[in-house]
């Protein structure tokens, strides 16, 4: 089936195509979520990339950027440059 979530991190939504049919997908959510299970028990035959798209919506392309960018942090927020892809992320600093 195809999930699609918006990634915490650039604010980007994404479609990852997870090996589960729908009916699947929603009882392990619902053993994850509601009942408290791991989630690497709750969704057994899914990779950890995968897992993690679920729980986060963030991509391993988004986690790539992370390990390879730069953070410049100030007072008021964060603002993350990865060369890679030429891409700039502002996160606010909630706390």
């Known amino acids: 089936m195809k999930l699609t979530k918006r990634c915490p991190l650039t604010g980007e939504t994404h479609t990852m ?7 699947e997908y929603e009882a392990a959510h619902r053993r994850w979520k509601h009942e408290g299970v791991l989630a690497q028990n709750a ?9 993690e798209f679920i729980m986060t919506g963030i ?20 603002v993350y440059w990865c060369e890679r892809r030429g ?7 909630e706390s």
Request: charged fraction near 30%; aromatic fraction near 10%; glycine fraction near 2%.
């Open 17 to 23: 195509d997870i090996p589960l049919s729908e009916e």
């Open 43 to 51: 969704f057994p035959t899914l990779n950890p990339s995968e897992r």
């Open 59 to 78: 991509t391993p392309e988004v986690w790539a950027d992370l390990v390879t960018g730069h953070w410049l942090v100030n007072e008021d927020d964060y």
């Open 87 to 93: 891409r700039t992320v502002r996160l606010v600093n």
